[in-house]
């Protein structure tokens, strides 16, 4: 009788194992389980609380895709990340099914709102194009979210970090935009990140709420820009609490003296928390920043770790592969 339970326990563990190990593979030729991300992300049950990897073969995926709240605990794989690309051309203006018409929240090509997501190895793109104003690629509203080795492109708005109480984690990076393409009011943190402008515009718009200490932070980046350009701003306060700090980062010759931008408000001078510490790169004249901005000293910028940014309540520390 002892060996049946302890064969019948030995089972169930092996079971729940597999069940925790849950690989979905997405291939647009058919041999995968499914054809389109969508489909893979419908499979998983709502109310999902054991983890789920979806494994996306190469290819370009012409497709909205909507991660809902329900649908926590996913990874999201790609085979080559410059070769498995999620885009559509979704962008402020369109006509919405309802007649409205379409705001920035609702033109992303991606939509994140469940919890514990990451992404490794996908390019995520707005292909809408240059002029058509606001154009999200990737919507992150979930909390505890990381996306490791991926290249998230496209124009105005392309990384809109929405959710007031999320957390995100970017490691290795590249992103690509023109005009406030990393913007919203989410606890971030960039960590070796390829930040890359491609008009004479702005970086962020942080629009951090005045309770948060942190809210974009830039750790050993690297920002370049197109051949020319040499207009951008590090960022601008989309609400007044901006807060935004380059650590450690490269600064190509495209940004601006004064580094940064006040969104046409003085006001916004006396509340944006907008901070530096130990900028390289031809761009990195302490001396010439407008003096509302702060230089940081060794020890204020040792806080700037990624556990005292996003650990929270929970402790949660992102792990991801090198």
Same mark, same amino acid.
């Given at each position: ?250 600064? #190509? =010759?495209?940004?601006? @003296?004064?580094?940064?931008?006040? $969104? %046409?408000?003085?006001? +916004?001078? *006396?509340? !944006? ?7 390289? #790169? =031809?761009?990195?004249? @302490?001396?010439?920043?407008?003096? $509302? %901005?702060?230089?940081? +000293?060794? *020890?204020? !910028? ?21």
């Amino acid at each position: 009788m002892k060996k049946f339970f302890f064969l019948l326990s030995f089972i169930t563990g092996v079971c729940q194992m597999i069940a925790a190990q849950t690989r979905i593979v997405v291939n647009q030729d058919g041999s995968g389980t499914y054809k389109t991300v969508q489909e893979a992300i419908d499979h998983i049950p709502s109310h999902n609380t054991k983890p789920i990897e979806i494994f996306v073969k190469n290819g370009i995926y012409q497709e909205r895709v909507v991660i809902d709240s329900t649908k926590n605990f996913v990874s999201l794989i790609g085979e080559d990340k410059d070769k498995t690309i999620i885009t559509f051309n979704n962008h402020a203006g369109m006509t919405l099914p309802s007649g409205n018409r379409m705001g920035t929240p609702e033109s992303a090509s991606f939509f994140i709102y469940a919890h514990d997501f990451t992404a490794r190895n996908i390019t995520f793109k707005n292909d809408a194009g240059f002029t058509a104003g606001q154009a999200v690629a990737v919507l992150a509203h979930g909390d505890r979210l990381t996306f490791n080795h991926c290249r998230l492109i496209g124009f105005q708005d392309v990384l809109y970090t929405e959710g007031e109480r999320s957390r995100q984690y970017y490691q290795d990076c590249y992103i690509e935009g023109t005009t406030d393409f990393i913007f919203g009011p989410s606890i971030a943190v960039f960590n070796r990140c390829h930040i890359h402008s491609k008009k004479n515009s702005h970086v962020t718009a942080a629009s951090t709420s005045e309770s948060k200490p942190y809210g974009y932070v830039f750790l050993n980046c690297r920002l370049t820009a197109d051949t020319a350009l040499h207009g951008v701003s590090l960022g601008r306060p989309w609400k007044p609490y901006a807060s935004v700090a380059y650590i450690r980062c490269y600064l #190509g =010759p495209h940004i601006i @003296a004064g580094g940064w931008n006040n $969104w %046409s408000n003085p006001d +916004n001078e *006396k509340t !944006a928390r907008f901070a530096e510490y130990k900028s390289t #790169g =031809p761009s990195a004249n @302490a001396d010439a920043r407008v003096k $509302w %901005s702060r230089q940081l +000293n060794k *020890k204020e !910028a040792g806080q700037y770790t990624v556990k005292n940014i996003l650990a929270g309540s929970d402790g949660w520390i992102p792990t991801v592969s090198n």
